[in-house]
């Protein structure tokens, strides 16, 4: 039995009655773009998120971009995030006009630092995405204080963060806005490409649907120049009826966290930290090993397979290069970090096949 790093399959067959009515239902309807689903999808995400407002978009990558226009003028300005994060972050920074800034993470958690972000604010600095990596928020009280000292606007990489907490709140209630992606992979994914910007502020989430929709407003013709990015209503629909599963599948996915960090104590790894007044909702599940190499080889072996989230920190992309000079803390991490398989499919079986592999394999170092 190999255990796979991901399978989902396995959710679609658990939800095939719900997934393929939803999605007979839009057959029906005859809407599929600008119908019922997509605004129902937004007030149902944004209520979970506990903030007034969410926009459909088509992508998390688009989210992000979308948020920073709406936002503020980023345009030819600043935007600094951290490069321990996948290139769609800085994709989407750079789609936005901005001039994309990296700098280094906090070694236990890998999210950005604080004390980083503000060494490197300066006057051209408008804004900060801050990267809720593998799920778990950032420190969101000493970012938003640097934010507020500098009146830069904060939009949350919340791609990996659904159902994350940051002292209670989710993301996109204490800053002016958060980036979800729904790409099929993230906690909750839709058939293809998704994404939403949840925010508090009305002006700014009236601004995203404007830049979704070439800028059209409403009285016709173009305020702003602008792209397309929608929500179609058959991924609003399998979001939807996703929707319900989402708090009972984190409830999983930490509980499978919760017990692979038990067993691993024993056994030389190291897991990433979980800080306090978080609530990490365990997109991945990420140790870290000086021998990450013959650590693979060796979990294989044992029929568990593992992948790298990321082997390369945003400024060591050959279309990046050059962007900093050297973030000790995130290079470090790219050679040692390792995702084990966590999905909240995964039989108890497969959950302890993997704790035990991993604490064989890692007191064998
Ligand atoms: C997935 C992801 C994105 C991009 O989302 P897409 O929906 O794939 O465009 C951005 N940032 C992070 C941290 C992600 O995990």
Redesign the pocket.
Known sequence: MIVPFLDLARQTRDLRAELSDAVEQVFDSGRFLGGERCPEFERKFADLCGVEHCVGV???????TLALRAGAAVSGHEVITSAM??P??AA?ILAAGAKLVVVDVEPGTLTLDPARLAAAVNEETRAVVP???YGQCCDMSAISEVARKHGLLVVE?????HLSRYEGKAPGFRSDAA?????P??NLGALG???AVVSRNPELAERVRLLRSQGEGEQGGVVEAATHSRLDEVQAAVLTAKLPFLGAWTRRRREIAAYYRERLKSSGLECLREAPGRLHPY?LFVIRSTQRARLVEALVRRGVETRI?YPLPIHKHPAYAGLADSLPVCERAATEVLSLPLYPELTDAEVEKVADAAVACGSAD
């Open positions: 088509a992508s998390g990558t688009d989210a992000i994060a996948p769609a972050t989407a990267v809720h990596l990489d919340a791609a990996q963060a980036a979800f992606s729904f790409y992979t993230k490409d998704a994404g997109h989230h």
